[in-house]
Antibody, heavy 120, light 111 residues
Framework: QVQLQESGPGLVKPSQTLSLTCTVS??????????WSWIRQHPGKGLEWIGY???????YYNPSLKSRVTISVDTSKNQFSLKLSSVTAADTAVYYC????????????WGQGTMVTVSS | QSALTQPASVSGSPGQSITISCTGT?????????VSWYQQHPGKAPKLMIY???KRPSGVSNRFSGSKSGNTASLTISGLQAEDEADYYC???????????FGGGTKLTVL
């Protein structure tokens, strides 16, 4: 059973780059037709898809965030990462990593989420 | 403002059935049978309940069902139980430019 765990700083200063890593356990990030995703949830709000990466390295981003987002994969560590540049308070949210593809076209496995606050 | 429109709240008594709607456009819900539904309890990660409009992942109760008509998808929960009280989010594929959009969420209260 694949499990996902986010890690990274809980506090980021405005204008800096938010960096998070998702560690995949219980399966290989390189196997299967899976897309490794980042989704965020602003406090008390709904979900927002940020983007995802295929193990081969192909990336797909939310057009509203595309200019600031980079998602990468490290198959040797079974991890994938999110970088969001030039952050503002509007980027304060719980960030989830998720796997798409195990159950068709849906995000079927999620990490527990990590809260990131943007503040000086 | 979310791309998909859901009612802010719905409620029902134990044993009853409720339906949550998710209204999109001809560019997302109306064009693809790629609607999924997620249940989220407070402080927890979302859990996939329905995928591809009406399919249930292994382990999800058959009290949960999904459907779609035109630009509106629906999640129905029958035989309401106290444990069903949670927030529910719909999600749809929206094409190769936008990719994935979510609804704003619906808070289900079991009276």
């Amino acid at each position: 059973q694949v499990q996902l765990q986010e890690s990274g700083p809980g506090l980021v200063k405005p204008s800096q780059t938010l960096s998070l890593t998702c560690t995949v356990s219980g399966g290989s990030i390189s196997s299967g037709d899976y897309y490794w995703s980042w989704i965020r949830q602003h406090p008390g709000k709904g979900l927002e898809w940020i983007g995802y990466i295929y193990y081969s390295g192909s990336t797909y981003y939310n057009p509203s965030l595309k200019s600031r987002v980079t998602i990468s994969v490290d198959t040797s560590k079974n991890q994938f990462s999110l970088k969001l540049s030039s952050v503002t308070a509007a980027d304060t949210a719980v960030y989830y990593c998720a796997m798409k593809g195990g159950s068709g076209n849906a995000f079927d496995i999620w990490g527990q989420g990590t809260m990131v606050t943007v503040s000086s | 403002q979310s791309a998909l429109t859901q009612p802010a709240s719905v409620s029902g008594s134990p044993g009853q059935s409720i339906t949550i709607s998710c209204t999109g456009t001809s560019s997302d819900v109306g064009s693809y049978n790629l609607v999924s539904w997620y249940q989220q309890h407070p402080g927890k990660a979302p859990k996939l309940m329905i995928y591809e409009v009406s399919k249930r992942p292994s382990g999800v109760s058959n009290r949960f069902s999904g459907s779609k008509s035109g630009n509106t998808a629906s999640l129905t929960i029958s035989g309401l139980q106290a444990e069903d009280e949670a927030d529910y989010y719909c999600c749809s594929y929206a094409g190769s430019s936008t990719f994935w959009v979510f609804g704003g969420g619906t808070k289900l209260t079991v009276l």
